[in-house]
């Protein structure tokens, strides 16, 4: 890591309460694939809440937290979110992992 000083920023905007979003990753067993758990974390005060709050809900699974950039309304489940998200912390158990994929043809 490096540290470079820099002049203070003048952002065009800051989002007071940024919408978090945390990947719950669990692998029920050795020959089995990675399941995920998603949620979006609205009116958080800080990092530290959604952190916390990601802590308090892994029950011993690994997980990814991110902010989103974009401010974006939150659906129903089955509306996929699009905002860009930055990784504050955590790993993608599929990150480099080569996967088969098996094309099936119907004649």
Known sequence: MRAHETVH?????????PTYRVNFW????????WQLDAFALTE???VAEAMAWAD????????EL?????????HDFQTPRRADLIRLTGTDPN???SVEVLIRTID
Do not use: Q
């Open 95 to 97: 990150d480099g992992v």
């Open 66 to 74: 991110f902010v989103e950039i974009e401010d974006e309304a939150v």
């Open 44 to 46: 958080a005060n800080d």
């Open 56 to 63: 308090e809900h892994s029950r011993g699974r690994r997980f």
């Open 9 to 17: 920023a003048e952002p065009g905007r800051i989002l007071g309460h």
């Open 26 to 33: 669990e692998r029920p067993g050795p020959d089995t694939g």
